[in-house]
């Protein structure tokens, strides 16, 4: 592979960029993006080699497509127009039931590999890519069976060169799993935020007192909520099936304070302590 086009250098585009220049630094990274902005950005921070175009993608031996999800399902099909037979198109979104259903019956699908890298951060565009973001991560893979054997074994390498461990799975599990592993968590957080900022907000003074626990489970409100509304409404179903088991908890933990019942409590935070042992064996 000699010519890599990235669309989206942002957060994952960009660290993606990063990683796979250091380890092949004869490849050429071609950024396409919406605004010309955020290449002139991704440019002068050497996370791309140079700007490219939609039209420029017949040159590409790998285009990784890293742009929400709604654009994603929106532009895959033109891209996959448009590359060559040997080459492969990549995309990293969260979500991958709409985004395999939109080229399933593409006269190309055969030149398509759905992944998405489980690795990431609360910040977005080219100024939030970082080096060794995908080191020890988990890349989820759905229907590799559909790709040709010949591409997937060259961007699988790249891949794992870059430190990811490839997991295999159909996109209707991922998206039910990917609904408990990390939608929840960042509804969880976007909520917590709310709750406080509504509480607190005529008291600024007030926020002196967030400890570090605070900031870790409030860190994912940060996030982009460009990026985070595409993926509630492509995994709807799913997400509100997380919520309706989480709000059962909370209320459940309601009416135990309200019957003063500590003892329950006590137990249902000791049972969940036993996510230090499950999170311990994922190091
Ligand atoms: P990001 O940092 O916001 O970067 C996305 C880039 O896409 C932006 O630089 C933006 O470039 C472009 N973009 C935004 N909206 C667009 C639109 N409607 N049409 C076309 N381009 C658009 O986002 P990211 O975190 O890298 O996420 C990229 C993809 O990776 C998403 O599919 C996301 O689901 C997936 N992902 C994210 C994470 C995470 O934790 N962040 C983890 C794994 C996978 P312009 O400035 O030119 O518009």
């Known amino acids: 592979m000699k010519n890599i086009y990235i669309i989206g250098v942002g ?12 380890n092949n630094p004869d490849m050429v990274i071609h950024g396409i ?8 950005t991704a440019l002068s921070l050497n996370l791309i080699d140079k700007k490219a175009t939609l039209d420029d993608i017949e040159n590409a031996d790998l285009v990784i497509v890293s ?4 654009a994603t399902v929106k532009l895959l ?11 492969l198109v990549v995309d990293a979104g969260s979500t991958k ?5 939109v080229v399933e019956n593409h006269p190309k699908r055969r030149n398509f590999l759905a992944m998405h890298p489980i690795a990431g951060t609360e910040h977005s565009g080219p100024n939030a890519a970082i080096p060794n973001l995908f080191v020890g991560k988990t890349n989820i893979i759905c229907e590799v069976e559909k790709t040709a054997f010949k591409l997937q074994e060259k961007a699988l390498k790249l891949f794992a060169d870059i430190g990811m461990r490839m997991r295999y799975m159909n996109p209707v599990a991922h998206d039910k799993h990917i609904a408990y592993m990390s939608h929840l968590s960042h509804i969880s957080s976007f909520m917590l935020g709310k709750t406080v900022i509504d509480k607190e907000k005529n008291e600024r003074d007030i926020f002196d007192m967030a400890g570090s626990g605070f900031a870790s489970t409030v860190r994912l409100a940060k ?3 460009e990026m985070w509304t595409p993926i509630f409404k492509q995994n709807k179903t799913n997400v509100i099936e997380t919520l309706e088991e989480y709000i059962i908890n909370l209320t459940h933990f309601k009416e135990l304070m309200k019957q003063d019942d500590f003892d329950a409590i006590f137990n249902e935070m000791k049972d969940t302590n036993y996510i230090k042992d499950i999170l311990n064996g994922m190091g």
């Open 77 to 87: 099909p033109t891209v996959l127009d448009k590359i060559s037979d040997n080459g």
């Open 97 to 101: 039931v709409d985004i395999c259903k």
């Open 33 to 40: 993006s919406r605004k010309d902005a955020t290449l002139e």
């Open 223 to 225: 996030s982009s909520p």
């Open 11 to 22: 957060l994952i585009g960009g660290s993606l960029a990063i990683d796979i220049k250091k």
């Open 67 to 70: 742009i929400p999800v709604d």
